[in-house]
């Protein structure tokens, strides 16, 4: 994680806008943690509508590993705010959103 938000070499372009999500990456969260989970399920057709199985159906090593970070986030995670304004779920959707696209570009 800390490796992807290093600034990339370069003053102009794409460069400049990846280096800014980033920045603005760290200095939203300023303290980060990462988790691995393992894949839900291993049934590659169930899988790629996950939406539409039944929870029962998931892999207990998956289940287990995110009870293990809801726990972690719920104990930890503060409201996110950018300047004085609490973000509500829709704004952090549309800024990640951004920060997706960007980095990604």
């Given at each position: 994680?800390?490796?992807?938000l290093k600034p990339v070499k370069g003053a102009?372009?794409?460069?400049?806008a990846k280096n800014q999500i980033r920045e603005s990456i760290?200095?939203?969260?300023?303290?980060?943690?990462?988790?691995?989970?393992?894949?839900?399920?291993?049934?590659?057709?169930?899988?790629?509508?996950?939406e539409a199985v039944d929870p029962k159906e998931l892999r207990p090593e998956f289940t287990d590993g995110l009870k293990d970070f809801m726990g972690r986030l719920m104990q930890h995670a503060l409201p996110k705010t950018l300047g004085t304004t609490v973000l509500t779920g829709a704004m952090l959707a549309g800024l990640a959103d951004s920060y997706v696209t960007a980095i990604n570009a």
């Open positions: 994680l800390e490796l992807a102009h372009g794409a460069a400049v760290r200095d939203l969260f300023p303290e980060r943690d990462c988790c691995a989970l393992v894949r839900p399920m291993t049934d590659e057709r169930k899988l790629q509508k996950l």
